[in-house]
DNA sequence: CAATAAGGCTAATCCAAATTAGCCAAAGGA
DNA sequence: TCCTTTGGCTAATTTGGATTAGCCTTATTG
């Protein structure tokens, strides 16, 4: 009974390095164990199988962005922790991110498929900049908003700060995803520019 | 005899769009105004046609780095220019650099072409990362340390700086493919990026 | 303990897409 | 002018990969 969900899994897995059109069933029968056949027994066909995973993806969305906005909190809440904020507060969080999205496999695969056939699906364009852009861009946008009202951080457009502050991650982030082996170059890096972006940001008068 | 050149053009429109497992060679054929197997005057298979296109992106790479860091300069020159640089001086060229590479037809295709592939070729993701992250983050170093040095801006770790300038640049440029009918929002967004940018790295006693 | 459903397999089948064969017309140069 | 090359075509052919047919075993359940 745990075939079909298996099925997923390494569907997901091979879709997300070749993409639909260069994975064959067989490919994907072979993964989970069993022979092309036997797929049909769980789904009517290799695009079943795609949409299942859409779906899951679609579901488990707000799941995800949950455990993203860390702790099941919102950015008020979040705000308030990062009243004794500082630079190493905010490290923490911006790298928790970056670890976060990287290696959760779950998260990293489904990023990638995303990339691969963003261009062939305008839904999933859709959904990849909602998710990897648009939606933390807002959360953290509003985060800085609080830290400006308390004081903490100069008060700028807490809209372009977040762009300022994400986008690093987000780049260093894509690379990662195509050289695995500079994670540890690159987080230094990410790390630097986070403790940057504060310094720069800290309020003078302390 | 330019029938050659048109296959190239076609399939690299086709690649960028569906991915090459995702065209058929009927498609490419249409889309130049012949029948498929006319295609093998020219090219010996459709891999010989995606390495074709690999070539001459390969080749290609340099005269588009040249176009890219502005004509032709250096960036030790170009930061000569920017020794009168102000706000409105690294507007123009963020923004220059962004709609280059938005809208030129072949660096648009071009970088598609590589979003859509790289996880399946290790020697398109390095040439992707080369091109759209290492040379500009290290071009832009450059010019940072420069305008560091001059004491127009404050003498920060240059490789840092340039990362927050770029990133957003890139980000939005990857937002920009995937939902074109947001350019106009997002290019708004970038020229506040690249002011408050500009402003946060102001020296203050001007 | 039948009867049925689940889920696997092998052996077809089907089909679409890549590639090859082989013909033909136009171009162009000896 | 003839002969060769170039580049197109239609009509096969091949191939590989998705899907179906149909069988078998093992549970499950009435």
Redesign the interface.
Known sequence: MNTKRKILDEALNLF???????VYVAQIAEAVGIKAPSLYKHYKSKQDIFSAILDEMKCSYDKQAASLNMNGNNAEADAEIFSVVSEDELVKMGMGLFMYFLHDEYAQKFR?ML??E???NPEL??L??KQY?DEPLSYQAAMFTMLGMNGILKE??S???A??F???I???LT?C???PEREAELSK?LE??IR??SR??QKEES
Not at 16 to 22: A, D, F, L, R, V
């Open positions: 997300s390095e070749k993409g639909y059109g260069n990638k990339t691969i963003q261009f062939r364009a859709e990849f900049t852009a700028q457009d809209k372009i700060m762009l300022q994400y986008a690093p987000y780049m260093l690379m995803d195509r050289q890096l630097q520019h940057q972006f720069i940001y």
